[in-house]
Structure formats: C-alpha cells, structure tokens
C-alpha cells in the first residue's frame, strides 16, 4: 500500500519523514481550519430559515437536529483542536465533523417534505467545503468520501420521502463533488510534498556547506560570515601556536603508491583534527605534511588553559606518529613548535576563504619547528613560563632562528607526575559547585 502512495507521490521515502511532511502540512493553517469549523458550525443555524420555508410541519424537529446535535457536534470538533490530542488526531478531528454533518443532514432530508429532492446541495457543499478548506491527505479523504456516499445511499434506502429517481441525482452531484475535491486535494498534496522535498534538500545542502565552512574555519568566524560580515580581522593579545612537521614523509611517498601516501596523510591528519577538537585547539592549515593549529583565538566556554591544551595536543600529535610507526613500520618521525604569544587573524579570500594568522609570533612558532629535532617538542621561552608549573621542561642551547636571531628555547618532555590524572579534564567545561 505504501509502495503503491509513494508511486503516487503520496508518501514519503520513510516513516520519519512521512510523520514530519504531515505535521507541516496539517497544522502549519491549524488556526484557520478551527475557525471554518466554528464558521461552518454556526452556518448550519443559517438553514433554520430554509427549513420553515420548505417545511412549514416538520421543521421544529429539523431544527433541533442541526441546532442541538448537529451545529454543536461540529463545535466540540473545532474546540478539539485547541488540545495536544486534537492536533495530534488533526485528519480524524476534521472527517469526523464532516461525517457527522453529512449524517446529519441524511436524518434531516428524511424528515422535512420531499428533503431528498434537494439533498444534492447539502452533501456537495460539505464535501467541497471540506476538500477546499481544510489539508487532509488524499488518502483519507478517498475513505471519507466512500463513507459519504454510504451515507448518502442509505438516507435515501431508508428514507420515507425519498422517490427513487432522485437518488440518480443525489449520486451524481455528490461524485462529481468527491472527484473535483479529491483532485484538488490530490494536486494541494502533491505540490506540498515537492515543496517539503525541495527545503529538506536545501536543508541538506546548507548542512553540508556549513560543515564544509567550519571545516576550513573556526566556529565564531563561520557564525560572523553568516551574519553578513565582510572584513573580518581581528588581534589576539595571547594566543598557543603550534607547528608540526612530519619528518620522513617526503621519503615515505617515493616507496608506497600515490593513493596509499594520500591515505596514510589523510588519517594521520584526521586524527590530529580530532585530538585538536577535543583540546579547543583551531586548526588553521596544513601544507604538504606540516600541520598549524593555534590555541586561544576562540573562548569555547570551560576551556581551562589554551596553553595547556595546546601541549597536550603536542603530545597527542606525538602519540598518533608513534602508533602509525607500530602499526605500518613507517620511518617516520615528527617535531613540533610551540609558542605563546599574540597574533592578528582574519579571513582572505572571496571565492575561496581562507582563516589565516599572521604576526612575529608565528614566524617564531615556525622556526622553533624547523629547529627541533625529529620526536621532540620545542618551546619558546614564553611558553615555558606558561607551561613550566605543570610540564616537565628541559633547557636547550641558545639558538639562531632566521629573521628573528638568537633566543633562548626549551624542550617540552612530558606532563609532571600530579598532573598526569587531570589531563582529560583540560577540554572539559569547569562547573561550578
């Protein structure tokens, strides 16, 4: 059966999908279907004149159906929808006040003189009324419409004042209502289930693109760009950079195949992605095989220590080298450069954005990388002070690094004993008692 909708563009891929697309389209005019229901329920009042005129004998009996079972029946219907329940049972809510004007009306055209002359214009006015003002899926209007024709078909069975000729009659005008209903219904339906597809693609597509953004950029810079900003630059008065580079790699990708290097870089870098995520560590770059991520230029709420993080994310990047020669026999090796210090960031590009640091403190964590020996972390002075209470720290030579002349540098050795068991929680938000 669902094959057989979904063919008909009736039904959507899955039931999630099905029960959303229904939510939308049935209550996205709730308040107007309640307010045709109030409106429909007080129109039928408007027939007690109809009924004296046609009916001077039998009308104090009609009126009482239509003012005391009828009119207030459709009421309680309206009123229905006001509940979580009625919203919820919104198709049910809307064909059973239809029924029961339709059941109705079969009892009143029994009773008045000749009824069934004219019934045509009652059952036909609340079919169409139905189809036209209220979104009720197609399938359940085919099921209401059967009903109705029962309902039709028995009045006149069962009816006294009915001629048998006009039940002709009645049955045409209430099938062509059905059929121009339905159809309009049908085509209402379809056009809302394309228009649902059509934003639940274009949700899908600027989820991708804002993957695809925040991806290339940091979070903040993402939300900025959204909001229409063009120029965006801005100076951070301390900050952690990071430089790593693989040593090895360039000999590695003369032995293995282009797609399998390709493969090797590409899990390797997804990994530090992912421990630089953990530590609220911005990644900014990779070139080749080296790898820029800085530390502090966005406040991730509870994140105790850029600088801290940002040795931690040193040592992880080490971790991860060292698993891949375990797991692969790779010759390789990395070194890193860390230093803390101020930076001015922004975002160049039109077609092809990019986030970017610039600043002597880059150059600094730079040369500090090109400087280090293969496996090991080297430290800018500022950094060292930052990281000495909690780091294992080791002196270096004085040394030359080009552009910015001698400084003086450490090595990063490990994480102090009492400091080894609070290490996850650098990247957790701090809460307060």
Not at 40 to 47: E, I, K, M, N, R
Not at 253 to 281: C, G, M, Q, W, Y
Not at 408 to 413: A, H, I, P, R, T
């Amino acid at each position: 059966m669902i094959d057989l909708l979904a063919r008909f563009g009736l039904h959507c891929a899955t039931a999630e999908d099905e029960r959303v697309f229904a939510d939308r389209f049935l209550l996205r005019t709730i308040a107007e279907s309640q307010l045709f229901l109030f409106a429909s329920a007080l129109f039928v009042y408007a027939f007690f004149v109809w009924d004296r005129i046609i009916d001077p004998v039998h009308w104090g009996t009609t009126h009482m159906l239509r003012g005391l079972v009828i009119a207030p029946l459709m009421a309680l219907c309206a009123a229905s929808l006001f509940t979580a329940f009625g919203k919820r049972h919104f198709e049910a809510v809307i064909l059973t006040a239809l029924l029961v004007c339709q059941t109705g009306l079969a009892v009143v055209y029994a009773i008045l003189d000749h009824g069934y002359d004219y019934a045509a214009l009652g059952f036909s006015l609340a079919l169409l009324g139905t189809t036209a003002m209220f979104p009720i899926r197609s399938r359940f209007l085919i099921i209401a419409s059967f009903l109705t024709l029962v309902i039709v078909v028995t009045g006149h069975l069962l009816a006294a004042n009915a001629r048998p000729g006009w039940i002709v009659v009645n049955l045409m005008a209430v099938l062509c209502a059905i059929i121009f209903g339905t159809l309009s219904a049908y085509i209402r339906e379809r056009g809302a289930r394309a228009a649902y597809r059509t934003q639940k693609e274009l949700n899908a597509s600027r989820e991708r693109v804002d993957d695809l953004l925040h991806s290339m950029l940091p979070r903040e810079i993402v939300t900025r760009i959204q909001a229409g900003e063009t120029a965006i630059a801005d100076s951070h008065g301390e900050v952690s950079i990071i430089f790593a580079d693989l040593v090895g790699f360039t000999e590695l990708s003369r032995k293995i195949s282009p797609a399998h290097l390709v493969k090797v870089l590409n899990t390797l870098f997804s990994t530090f992605d992912l421990e630089a995520e953990r530590f609220a560590i911005d990644r900014i770059k990779t070139i080749g095989d080296a790898y820029m991520a800085i530390g502090g230029l966005t406040r991730a709420p509870g994140v105790r220590d850029h600088a801290e993080n940002a040795a931690e994310l040193a040592f992880a990047m080490q971790a991860a080298v060292q698993r891949l020669v375990d797991g692969m026999g790779y010759p390789v090796q990395i070194r890193i450069g860390l230093h803390v210090g101020p930076v001015v960031a922004g975002v160049i590009g039109v077609r092809r954005p990019a986030f970017d640091c610039w600043g002597e403190s880059v150059n600094l964590a730079n040369r500090l990388e090109t400087r280090a020996e293969p496996g090991t972390i080297l430290i800018s002075e500022s950094a060292y002070w930052r990281l000495r209470p909690a780091y294992e720290i080791e002196m270096h030579d004085d040394i030359d690094l080009k552009g910015i002349g001698t400084a003086k540098v450490y090595q990063l050795v490990g994480r102090k004993a009492r400091r080894t068991a609070d290490i996850d929680s650098l990247a957790e938000p701090v809460t307060s008692a």
